[in-house]
C-alpha cells in the first residue's frame, strides 16, 4: 500500500504539473497527427498534371460528351471502389482524388447535366451560370488555386473581376448610395475611409479582427481533420484554447462585434454586407464564418474562363483516367446498408431500380438528404448527426429566389462592369432581411427586397463577347421563404399552376423592377425572363427546403464544439462519408476543402499537408 499511497499523494500535490505534461503529450501527437509523414495510400498530390491550357472547347456536343452522360447499367464500370452521389464541387473534388489514388469512382447526378451548382443553362441563345459567380484566392499562388489547378489538369483558367468587385448600394431603390468594396486591405480601408472619413479606428480594427480571424481559423478545421476522441479531449481539457483562438471569434455573432466597433449604421450594414452569400442574418451567424468570407476576397475576385461549366468539364476527365465514371439522370433513392454497414446505392429509373454496390459510399447529398431520406431509419440514428438533426444543433439553410435575365447589347453597350452589386433598401439589414422572409406569400410580392445580389456573368469572361455577339446576361439573387412555395412541392415543374406562377414571377418582376432603379439603362433590352424559385432548387440540385447554401450558418455551427466536431466526413456509419458544403461551409471553396477533408478520411491521409506540400512545389516551379 506504500507504493499507492506515495502515488496518490504525489499526483494530488503535482496535478498542476502532470496535467501541463499531458496537455504537451497531446499538443505534440496532435501535430504529429497532422504532419505525420505518408501512410500506405498513395499522394493524389504526387502526380502533377498540370499542362498549357488548351483553347476553350466550344463544341456543344464535345462538351455534351464529358458532362451529360447519362446513366446505364450497362456502362457502369464493373470494379467499384467508391460511389459518389451527387456531382457538385463537393462530390467531384472527393472523387477526383480518389481517383489520383488509383481508385475507381463511380459518381451519379440527378439532373442531367454534371457540375451541381457548378452547372449552366442555357436558353434563347444566352448562357447563365446557377451558383458561380466570383470566387476568391485565384489571383496568386494560394493552397486553392494550387488544388484547383491540380484537379483541373491546369486547363481551368480565371477572369479577374475589377478593383472595385463588389459595390454596395445603401437605401431606397433609386436613391441609394453607393459604396465600392475593392481588393487589397489596403485599398479596401482606404475606400471606406472616402466614404465614413470619421470612421477610421473603426476600420481599422474591422482589419486587425480580419487578420485575426485568419491565423486563427485553421483551429475549427483541426477539430475536423484530428480524430475525435482527440478533439473532445482537446475541448474537454479547454487546451484547445491554448492552441488557437479561434473560438474568441467564433462565439461572436456578427452583429455584436460590428456593434461594439461603430455606431454609424451605414457602416455597419456595409461591412456586414455580404453575409448573402452564406445566407445567415449578421444577428444570428458567427465573426468567424464572416471573417472567413472577407478574407476570402480580400485580394478580389474572379470568374471561370469560359463559364462555370469549365469547372466540371475539366474535373471529370481525372475521374475517367482510373475506370472511374460521371453519370447523370442517375437519381439515388436509397444508400444500401447491410449490418448497419453502407455497401451500396439504389438508382430510380423508369424501368426499374438499379441496385449499385462498393466499398466506400460517398454522399454529396446534403446532410439531411442523407440522414433523413436516404438512410433507413434504424441505420440513420447510429449517426452522431443524427443527434444534431433531432436537438435542432443543425438546421435548413434559407431558400433562395434566382432571376435569369438575356439582354440585347454587349457589356460596352450597356455599361456593365465585371463587378457585383449588394442592393439593399436600408441599412438595418438584420430588420428588413428578417421582416420580409416573414411575410406571407401573398403579401411579400407587394413589398420591396430587402436584398439583391446583381451579377453580369458576360462581363466577366472575355470568351463571352465571341460565343454570344451582341448580347448580356444579368443573374439576379435574393433569399425566398421556403414555405412561400412549399405547397407545389409535388408538382411538375413548369406544371405548377397559376397561383405558383402568380407568386414566382411577381417576385421575379419586383426584382427586376429594382435592379432597373440601378441599371435603368436595361428596362427595354430584354430578350430573354426566368425566375427560380425554393422549388425549383429542390428540382434541379436536390436541397430539401430549397436552400442553395445546405446547413444553416448559425452562430451554432461555428462556436459549439460538439457541431464542429461531428460535421465532419465520417458519418459514423461504417463506409458511409459526407461532403460537399456541410463539412465545412457553403461556396465553391467550401465545397473543395470538404472533399479534401472526406477524401483525407477514406484514403487515411494528411491531405492537408500533402495540399500544402504541392503549393511549395508549385511555387518552385515557377
Known sequence: MGLYSFLYTFVDDNWPLLLALLLV?????????????????????????????????????????????????????????????????????????????????????????????????????????????????????????????????????????????????????????????????????????????????????????????????????????????????????????????????????????????????????????????????????????????????????????????????????????TGGKVMVRAPVSQIITNKGKAVGVTVRKPGGAVNLFAPIIVSNAGVFNTIESLLPPEVARKSSMYSLISRGKVQHGVGAMSLFVGLRGDKEELGLKAGNIWAYTSNDIDRITEDYLNKSAEDVVDSDIPLLFISFPSAKDSTWKERFPGKSACTVVTLGNWDWFSHWDNERVKKRGADYEAIRNGLGHRMWEQTCKVFPQLADRVEFWEVGSPVSNKYYIGSPRGEIYGVDHSLQRFSDPEVIINMRPNTGIPGLFLTGQDVCSCGFAGGLFGGVLCASSILDRNLLNDLERLKQRLSKDK
Request: aromatic fraction near 10%; charged fraction near 20%; glycine fraction near 10%.
Open 25 to 321: 503529450f497531446l499538443w505534440v501527437s496532435t501535430i504529429g497527427l497532422l504532419l505525420r509523414g505518408s501512410p500506405p495510400s498513395k499522394d493524389p498530390f504526387q502526380k502533377i498534371t498540370i499542362r498549357s491550357p488548351e483553347p476553350l472547347e466550344t463544341d456543344q456536343a464535345v462538351r455534351d460528351r464529358v458532362l451529360k452522360q447519362g446513366f446505364r447499367q450497362d456502362k457502369v464500370p464493373s470494379r467499384l471502389d467508391a460511389i459518389v452521389i451527387g456531382s457538385g464541387i463537393g462530390g467531384l473534388t472527393a472523387a477526383s482524388l480518389m481517383a489520383r489514388a488509383g481508385k475507381t469512382v463511380l459518381v451519379l447526378e440527378q439532373h442531367d447535366q454534371a457540375g451541381g451548382c457548378c452547372h449552366v443553362f442555357q436558353e434563347k441563345g444566352f448562357e447563365f451560370d446557377v451558383g458561380i459567380h466570383y470566387v476568391g484566392e485565384m489571383q496568386h499562388n494560394t493552397v486553392l488555386k494550387a488544388l484547383v489547378d491540380l484537379l483541373t489538369d491546369g486547363q481551368l483558367m480565371w477572369e479577374d473581376l475589377d478593383t472595385n468587385y463588389d459595390t454596395v448600394a445603401l437605401g431606397p431603390p433609386g436613391k441609394a448610395r453607393m459604396i465600392p468594396i475593392c481588393s487589397g486591405p489596403d485599398a479596401f480601408a482606404g475606400q471606406l475611409l472616402e466614404h465614413f472619413p470619421k470612421e477610421e479606428e473603426a476600420i481599422n480594427k474591422f482589419v486587425a479582427l480580419l487578420k485575426a480571424c485568419d491565423k486563427a481559423f485553421m483551429g475549427g478545421m483541426l477539430l475536423k481533420a484530428v480524430p475525435k476522441w482527440i478533439a473532445r479531449l482537446l475541448v474537454a481539457t479547454g487546451f484547445v484554447n491554448l492552441m488557437t483562438p479561434y473560438f474568441t471569434y467564433a462565439k461572436m455573432s456578427l452583429s455584436e462585434v460590428l456593434e461594439k466597433l461603430t455606431d454609424n449604421k451605414d457602416l455597419r450594414a456595409v461591412l456586414g454586407y455580404c453575409f448573402g452569400d452564406y445566407g445567415t442574418l449578421p444577428k444570428n451567424t458567427s465573426f468567424m464564418m464572416h471573417a472567413s468570407l472577407f478574407n476570402h476576397f480580400k485580394h478580389g475576385g474572379s470568374y471561370p474562363r469560359g463559364g462555370a461549366s469549365e469547372i466540371a468539364f475539366h474535373m471529370i476527365p481525372a475521374i475517367e483516367r
